[in-house]
């Protein structure tokens, strides 16, 4: 039996189709987050982007995000390496580091919806989105302890 391709090709060699397919489908990238300036630490924030689509946790204009919303942040092979927000269960960051996916990914379990089986997304856990708060203060009322 064949491995699969993201057990056997590195980031930059997969293919468009195969990189997309990566992604879980968990959300937690399209959360506003937010930094402090002195230490650099994130605080993660229960606080969906503009674009962001709770029920399905997917972008409602993925084509067109990164022009829409200037604080996107279009993940590449070389970014995810250095991205410190990614979550420690994305897809790429796994692969980056040379690790496996986990058995609630798409790709391992055959189903888009076990990512929301496993309680690893945000459906249902967003709070608001960032067109509800007109203030930079607003968004601390929606922080979250930990990353979810």
Known sequence: MEKPFWKTKTLEAMTPTEWESLCDGCGKCCLSKLEDEDTGEIYWTSVGCRLFDAGSCRCSDYANRLA??????????????????????CAYRLVAEGRDLYWWHRLVSGSDETVHEAGISMRGRVSASETDLAEPDDYLDHMLADEP
């Open 68 to 89: 829409r919303v200037p604080d996107c942040v279009g993940l590449t092979p070389q970014n995810v390496r250095t991205i410190s927000w990614l979550p420690k269960t």
